[in-house]
Structures are given as C-alpha cells and as structure tokens.
C-alpha cells in the first residue's frame, strides 16, 4: 500500500484513513491499522479530538481550534499528525478518497 | 514549545474499569497501562487443547481435547462481544487450533467482524490449498512454531517429523503468495546458538522472525530447568536482539533482558490482565497466556456479562492494576527498564511475585533459585497425552540385568506379583 509521502500543514484538509479504527481511552486512544496491523496510542485526549474533527474541518488549523487546542501547542500537534500520516492513520482529503 | 509526547506506535504490539487506585492523569503510557485498559489490547485466545504433537514445554499442557469446549455458537458470541468492546485483534492458539472443524469458519466470522487474527499452528493443516485461502485474506496473519533451525534440534523438542511438517506449510505459504508469515521460535539452550540460521530461514520464506521467551508454564515447568538459556546465553540474546532491532519480533517477552543495560523495542512492563489476558478452550479467562493455573483465573466468558464483565469487574484484574509492591527488586538499579520481570515464571519456579525473575540477568534470581524451601507449581490443569511419544519424556532407567532370555517361561496371565517372570540371576 503506497503512503503519500507529505507533510501535514495547517492549512490543509486532512482525514482518518478508512482502514484505521479508533478506541478511546481514558489517557487518550488507540489507534489501529487494519491493513498495515499498526497499532498507534495517541496520548492526549485532545489529539483524539482532533483526529476525529479532521474529516469535518475545512483544514487542520480548524481541527487544532475546534479541539480547543492552544496556538503555541499546534506546532507538536502538527508533528504529531505527521507521524500519524507517516503510518497511513490519516491522509489528505483530496475530495475523492479511495479506500484501499 | 518543546516536545509534547504525543503519539507512540508499535509495528506489531504484543503480543500487551474497575480500578482500586485512582488513575493518575498524563505520564508515561507505561504508567497508564499499569492501571489497566476499558479492554485488552489484544489477547490469546486458545481454541482447543486438542494437539497433534506434545511438545515437551506446552504451555497449556495441550494434547487432548476438553469435553466442554466452547461450541460454534458459543465461539461466535465472544467474537461479537470482542468486536463491541473494539478488541481489534486476537492471536489464536491452542492446542492446535486448525484441528479444530470450524477453525476455518470463526476464522472467517472474526474477519467479517472488524477483529484481526493472528494464528498459531505446527503447520499439520495448512495444505496448498489452505495457504491459497490465508493469502486472499488482508486481515490474518499466519505464525508457524520451530524451535529449530535443524530438525534434530527442533524435533527434540516438539516430536520426530514435526520439523518436516512446519517447512512444508513455510513452503506452502511461501508458493500461494502469503505475504510476511511469522516463525516464531521458542528460545531454548539448544537453539539459541541458531538465530542467524533462523532469521536466514524467514527471509528465504519471505516471513518475519519472531523470538519468545521459554517459560516454564504448563508442561514447561518439567523441561525449564534444562532447556531456559543460560546466563551467558542472555547475553548473547540480548546483543542479538538490540542488533536485530525491529526487524525480529519478541511479543514484548525479552523484557527482563533490559537489566543488561538498555531496553528492548516494544512495551516493557507485564501486562497481563492490564493490557493483555488469555481465554482458554472452555472459556476460562486467565490473566495472560503464560498462567493458566487457578491462581490467576479470573472468571468465564460462559458467565452473566460474558467476557467483558471478567476483564472490567474481577477482583483479580482489579489487585493487577493496582499497584504492585516489588520488594527487593525496587532497590536494584534496574528495576524501572525490567519491572521485575515476568510474574508468571516467577510463580511457577515458586519465586515470590515480590521478588527477582528467576532469570534475573543481575544474578539475582539464581540465589532466589537456590532457596531450600522453593516449591515449583504445577499447572492446575493437564490435557496431556496419555500416551508418551518416542523419544521425550524421562530417561527410562536403565537395570542392568539384560532382556529376558527367550527360554524364560511365559509368565502366567493372571501372575499378581509385581516380581512375577523376573530373574535377578539374568539366566
């Protein structure tokens, strides 16, 4: 399965990948990967959050403020999805999405 | 802003609420999963104890099957509560699960409800056929047992042919296009000088190798004295693994290794009945698949509220979540990379929970062996074959008098003496 290889920016629109499952937890989630078998925590309740607002935000910087996440966290935010997107949790949303 | 540690991920996790103490919010995803998950992150699940082989350290004691098996239904029931409570995947084992009539079919059922399988198997039923089959499903994985990369090594310890049997359904996979099967190998006395040989085997089957730890848990417990590594063995395992790295999978079993110095890839901590837990062939759940013994039995799936009352009301889940008190082994310098180690190798080398893991690499598990008064336990169960294979077992002891000359007279039929037809002139 190919990964696009690209960085999350702001100002993009990002969203979860249709292989990914999501299980929250009192410390935040787990994600997993149906087709890479991946297993990823994510460690904060608001990056939960704002993974799952990707697909109703216009971009990522909406996702980030939808989630009440503060400004001067959005740049680890960010570095958070890119490693996400690295993994294939999350892809850009490119208005027609192909499941894979 | 510096770093926030937001996401960690794990290429294949291991094989890793009711709660007494509070839950402390934010630290380390260690500390959070010591204080238990709303469900497992994975878990075994042994489909029958019925078993084509007897491998001299069957964790379950597998052989024979149980009357009370679950049935089909039953089987579908737990995969339908797995499925609710987001349990995204179970490694299945046994016994041999493919011997199993319905293995294919609730192989199929859990696929079809969003819950990945991993299965275990010696090989006996994955034909070319079956292999073909395996390989159009996205969603199972296929791991085949070898404990050696030869087949007298292997065969010592899991039965004449059964090395024969394991590289035919490798060969099997290999030719119908399963991508990435998995060889896991039990690490031994024996086999450990074989992991280059062994890692060459995967890549020639384009399969990945996993390494798990000998515990002496089942039949184990008879053999572990002389088949465990020894010291220097671990060291040389360990050097192995930090230069392996991710490319070798452990199932997060090693982690009593990281008292040489650094941690191994995966999860450091225990995590049975916390992240991990076992359901066994008549629904029993266990705190994890290395302690099948009533000590650590926390109710049946069979119950009101199924499985998912077991794992997030029993009291016993609740005491593991709680925290443990460590004795000793908190004063050592190691003890925040190998967590003390392994509690059910402990238990069943009759160590103190509270104290070292019998294969301490700071040494201090062998004086805790040496403790005059040590009782090792047995399995609370046994599913055995009664009948033993050539070739295992204990050395027959040997007396000296030769076999009986072809001219003794038959003994008689109904002779009650123990004695009866022996001569101990050895005419």
């Not at chain 1, 460690?43 to 910087?61: I, S």
């Not at chain 2, 006996?124 to 047992?145: C, E, G, H, K, W």
Request: with cysteine; charged share 20%.
């Amino acid at each position: 399965m190919a990964v696009p290889d690209v960085a999350v920016s702001l100002d993009e629109p990002w969203h979860l990948s249709p292989s990914v499952a999501i299980r929250p937890e009192s410390f935040g989630a787990l994600a997993y990967h149906f087709g890479n078998r991946r297993l990823t925590f994510l460690k904060r309740p608001e990056l939960l959050a704002v993974v799952q607002g990707l697909d109703e935000a216009a971009d990522v910087r909406t996702a980030l403020a939808n989630a009440g996440v503060p400004s001067d966290e959005w740049t680890a935010y960010v570095a958070a999805l890119d490693s996400l997107a690295s993994a294939d949790m999350i892809r850009p949303r490119t208005g027609q999405d192909s499941a894979p | 802003m510096t770093a926030l540690d937001l996401v960690t991920s794990s290429a294949v996790p291991s094989t890793l609420s009711a709660l007494r103490a509070p839950r402390p919010a934010g630290g380390s995803l260690v500390q959070q999963f010591e204080y238990g998950l709303d469900a497992p992150i994975c878990l075994t699940w042994e489909l029958t104890y019925a078993c084509n082989l007897s491998c001299v350290h069957c964790l379950s004691s597998s052989g024979r099957r149980d009357p009370r098996e679950l049935s089909t239904a039953q089987c579908e029931s737990v995969i339908d509560e797995l499925q609710a409570m987001q349990v995204f995947y179970v490694n299945i084992g046994g016994g041999e699960p493919t011997v199993r009539p319905d293995f294919w079919h609730l192989l199929d059922y859990a696929v079809d409800h969003q819950v990945g399988v991993k299965f275990s198997t010696n090989g006996v039923r994955i034909t070319p056929d079956r292999a073909r089959f395996l390989a159009s499903s996205n969603y199972v994985d296929v791991q085949v047992s070898l404990d050696g990369a030869t087949a007298e090594v292997n065969d010592h310890v899991r039965g004449v042919g059964s090395y024969a049997m394991a590289r035919t359904a490798l060969t099997n996979l290999a030719e119908a296009g399963f991508k990435d099967a998995k060889i896991s190998v039990v690490v031994t006395r024996h086999n450990v000088g074989q992991l280059d040989d062994f890692k060459k085997l995967a890549d020639d089957h384009g399969a990945t190798l996993r390494l798990t730890r000998l515990r002496p848990s089942g039949r184990g417990a008879d053999v572990w004295d002389e088949l465990h590594p020894t010291q220097s063995q671990q060291r040389d395992l360990y050097n192995w693994l930090l230069n392996a790295g991710e490319r070798v999978l452990t199932g997060d079993s090693f982690f009593h290794l990281a008292g040489f110095g650094e941690s191994l890839p995966g999860l450091n901590l225990c995590g049975a009945g916390r992240v991990v837990c076992l359901i066994d062939p008549v629904g029993d759940v266990y705190a994890c698949p290395f302690a099948i013994h009533e000590e650590f039995l926390a109710g049946n799936v069979l119950e009101s509220g199924g499985f998912a009352t077991v794992w997030r009301t029993s009291e016993l889940f609740a005491d593991l979540r709680s925290p443990q008190t460590s004795g000793a082994c908190t004063r050592c310098q190691f003890f925040d990379s190998c967590r003390g180690g392994c509690m059910a190798a402990k238990f069943f080398t009759g160590l103190p929970l509270d104290g070292p893991d019998p294969e301490c690499v700071q040494g201090y598990g062998e004086s805790a062996l040496a403790d005059p008064d040590r009782e090792a336990r047995s399995s609370s169960q046994d599913h055995s074959h009664r009948t033993t294979r050539a070739g295992v077992g204990p050395v027959p002891v040997e007396i000296g008098f030769g076999i009986p000359a072809p001219s003794a007279p038959p003994v008689h039929a109904c002779a009650e003496n123990p004695l009866a037809g022996f001569d101990p002139l050895g005419r």
